[in-house]
Each structure stands twice: as C-alpha cells, then as structure tokens.
Antibody, heavy 119, light 110 residues
Framework: QVQLQQSGPGLVKPSQTLSLTCAISGDSVSSNSAAWNWIRQSPSRGLEFLGRTYYRSKWYNEYAASVKSRISIMPDTSKNQFSLQLNSVTPEDTALYHC?????????WGQGILVTVSS | QSALTQPRSVSGSPGQSVTISCTGT?????????VSWYQHHPGIAPKVMIYAVSKRPSGVPDRFSGSKSGNTASLTISGLQAEDEADYYCCSHAGIYGWVFGGGTKLTVL
C-alpha cells in the first residue's frame, strides 16, 4: 500500500522560497512505471499541476509553463522521497499543496499542506 | 499551457444523467489518450473515476463513463445519486508540460 507523507512549513514570506518534501512508502521514487508530482489547490484556480519527476533509465522533470522559471523538483533516492522548491513566492502562491503518484493517472495523494505566503 | 475548459456547474435530479465536458487543444486532450477525471469532496484527496479516457478503476460504479472526440473529453454520470454531488476535474497529459487540469465543475444533485 503506497503512502505519501508530506512535510514542510505552512508559512512563507513573500519573495522567499517554498520548500516541501514528500516521503514515499510502499513504492520507490526510482520506479520505472510511476511519476512523482506536486499539485496545488486554491479556491481561485482549483487543481493546478506544478511539476513531476520520474525515472526511465535516467531522470526526467516536467514543469507547468506557469511556474517553469522558478520551480525545482528533486528526487532523493537515499531517503526515497522527492522535494519541491518554488522560488520568489507571492501571495498568489498561497494554496493547499499535494504530492501525488501518477501511473498515467493520479492514484495516491499526500495529505496536503496548506502553505500561506504572508509577511 | 492554459487550463482545460469545463462548465462551472451542472445539475441533475436523482436518477437522471449528466455530462461534463472538458475542452482543450491538440497539444493536450486531442493529442493524447491520457485523460482522467477526478471526484473531489472538500477536505479529501481527489479520487480518480476515469483514466485513459474511458477506463474505470476497480470500485468505481459503471454509472461513470468517459469518452473523447477531438479536443473535447466528456464524463457522463448516469442514474445520479445524492452521493455523486462533488466537484469534478478533468486532467490531460500535456507533453513536455506534464499534466493540465480543467477548472473544475460543481455537480449539484437536486
């Protein structure tokens, strides 16, 4: 049974970096069939895909065009987890952040962390 | 990469059928057979109802069905039940941009 456990701060100041981690149990971040995603949800924008990382003989990353210039998603094979860094945040980045596994559809989600961007 | 277009809301009476549309472009919905639909209740992680355009995961009632024509995908719920009331999101593969979601549709069971 796959479980995703998220961790990270719930409050970030404007212009700083949002950093979250998603620890995986029951699967491997290096799986050749799964991909590991970050998705956020807000009342104004609904569900929004941010990016994903996956391994198919080498590592790949794909990022949404809306955040491509300021996002980084990194796998950590030693801890079987992956992380999100979103730079230069603004109040518009306030949202509930989820990590999720995809097997060409999202079948497992983390518990979600509400991140507020405020001074 | 813009969000896929869904109606803001749909409604139907118990026992009726409703269809939710999801319109994209040839770079997402029209270009790939990787369209999925999610049911979302507040406070709970979204649940996949349809994947690969028309496949149902085990445990999802066969009242839920999916289809695609050109750049538009559709989710049909037949025999509406009160428990179907929720927000529904479509999602499509979007090439180098990974995935793109629709804006979400609020289903009200009258």
């Amino acid at each position: 049974q796959v479980q995703l456990q998220q961790s990270g701060p719930g409050l970030v100041k404007p212009s700083q970096t949002l950093s979250l981690t998603c620890a995986i149990s029951g699967d491997s971040v290096s799986s050749n069939s799964a991909a590991w995603n970050w998705i956020r949800q807000s009342p104004s924008r609904g569900l929004e895909f941010l990016g994903r990382t996956y391994y198919r003989s080498k590592w790949y990353n794909e990022y949404a065009a809306s955040v491509k210039s300021r996002i980084s998603i990194m796998p950590d094979t030693s801890k079987n987890q992956f992380s999100l860094q979103l730079n230069s945040v603004t109040p518009e980045d306030t949202a509930l952040y989820h990590c999720a596994r995809d097997l060409a559809y999202f079948d497992n989600w983390g518990q979600g962390i509400l991140v507020t961007v405020s001074s | 990469q813009s969000a896929l277009t869904q109606p803001r809301s749909v409604s139907g009476s118990p026992g009726q059928s409703v269809t939710i549309s999801c319109t994209g472009t040839s770079s997402d919905v029209g270009g790939y057979n990787y369209v999925s639909w999610y049911q979302h209740h507040p406070g709970i992680a979204p649940k996949v109802m349809i994947y690969a355009v028309s496949k149902r995961p085990s445990g999802v009632p066969d009242r839920f069905s999916g289809s695609k024509s050109g750049n538009t995908a559709s989710l049909t719920i037949s025999g509406l039940q009160a428990e179907d009331e929720a927000d529904y999101y479509c999602c499509s593969h979007a090439g180098i941009y990974g995935w793109v979601f629709g804006g979400g549709t609020k289903l009200t069971v009258l």
